[in-house]
């Protein structure tokens, strides 16, 4: 049947294993609407725990297209 209800702790691994990894086009067009919409409701900077490297890859690359509509503080976790 369907799950009812809320999936908790190792419930979810079945979930998270049927979505498919994003790709890297996926990141981009992520982080390109993630930094439009904190411009578009009037945020001038975003402080940022990386949780993936190709969300990091993702910044720089929307950074090497131009300049970026906010400011972003990207903060790696340590073992990166």
């Known amino acids: 049947g ?5 999936l908790a702790e190792t419930a ?3 979930l998270f294993a049927a979505i498919p ?3 890297a086009a996926d990141w981009l067009d992520a982080a390109r609407f993630a930094c439009r919409e904190a ?3 009037g945020f ?4 940022r725990l990386m949780a993936h490297a190709a969300e990091m890859r993702a910044l720089l690359d929307l950074r090497a ?4 509509p906010t ?3 990207m903060q790696p976790p340590f073992a990166m």
């Open 2 to 6: 369907f799950p009812e209800g809320v």
């Open 21 to 23: 990894e994003p790709t």
């Open 44 to 47: 001038v900077g975003i402080h």
């Open 65 to 68: 297209e131009g300049p970026l």
């Open 39 to 41: 411009a578009r409701v």
């Open 71 to 73: 400011r972003v503080q």
């Open 12 to 14: 979810m691994e079945p």
